[in-house]
């Protein structure tokens, strides 16, 4: 993993910059900054910096447009390859290919002018592309990355399981091999989420009682198996988090939920290990 600038913004000062006349001028400032170490091609930007300056040229084109004298220069960032992942993430989250990977759905994208139909094309050939990349990666056993490396054995049990299942429920072929290609996308996303979680370190430890539980990478892929059912209606018997479980934020998420259960004091002497099965209702 490369090293972090010493001088790396986080997500969380990133995110919380507000409306203010001077957080404005702050963010400009900081896009100017991390805009221009991308045209350099300095490979420095953390993930998380990637995924700012791309929202941010995103939520503020029209703006760009009127009063920026440099706007073709910050909207053709948006091509830039350093931020591919960046323009992955937004079109499988925010503009709802995840579940329209080959984008079907257009006359609901021009109604609500989310893309032309020269757009809407553009999209589908990218996801497609990517698509391509994430099939020949998750079929190696040979990362150095022990997230990448923990992400492809996942994916190949829950893709082969995943096809199994709407084969027997019907589906046809077409729609098989698209379903398919949503689902190697999925663990693609999974993984990026997964550098997020990972970036400062590679475990979390949480204290319930006399427990410490330990959640990891190897922890992290297995839930991805839980987060998002929209996005896999193949899935027989399996729980699943609510959509508002966010995957990139499960560390803070699971922190949260064990502190209140900790608090609570009900399992202050509860030895849990692979065994157990507690079910605890919190108020």
């Not at 993430?89 to 080959?102: G, H, K, T, V």
Request: glycine share 4%.
């Amino acid at each position: 993993m490369m090293a972090k600038r010493k001088d790396y913004y986080t997500k969380e000062y990133l995110d919380g910059l507000g409306d203010s006349e001077a957080d404005v001028e702050t963010k400009i400032e900081i896009l100017d900054r991390l805009s221009n170490r991308l045209r350099m091609s300095v490979p420095d930007l953390t993930p998380d910096e990637k995924h700012w300056v791309y929202d941010s040229i995103l939520a503020n084109a029209e703006h760009f447009k009127n009063q920026d004298s440099h706007w073709e220069e910050r909207i053709a960032d948006l091509a830039h390859p350093a931020l591919r992942d960046s323009r992955f993430i937004y079109l499988l989250l925010n503009c709802e290919y995840s579940n329209d990977i080959n984008g079907h759905r257009l006359h609901r994208h021009l109604r609500e002018k989310k893309f032309t139909a020269w757009e809407n094309e553009e999209n589908v050939v990218f996801l497609n592309e990517v698509a391509i990349e994430w099939k020949d990666i998750l079929k190696l056993r040979n990362h150095r990355d022990q997230l990448l490396q923990r992400t492809c054995i996942e994916a190949e049990s829950i893709i082969e399981e995943e096809m199994d299942a709407v084969q027997d429920n019907g589906m046809g072929y077409f729609l098989r091999e698209a379903y398919r290609k949503q689902l190697t996308l999925l663990y693609k996303y999974i993984y990026l989420r997964g550098l997020e979680v990972v970036r400062d370190t590679n475990e979390h430890q949480f204290t319930i009682g006399q427990n410490t539980i330990i959640y990891d990478y190897e922890s992290f892929v297995h839930l991805g198996r839980h987060i998002a059912p929209s996005v896999r209606p193949g899935l027989i018997g399996k729980s699943n988090f609510s959509q508002q479980f966010l995957l990139g934020n499960v560390h803070s998420t699971l922190k949260e939920t064990f502190d209140k259960i900790r608090e609570s004091g009900k399992i202050a002497d509860i030895q849990i290990n692979r065994d157990t099965n507690t079910q605890l209702f919190l108020n």
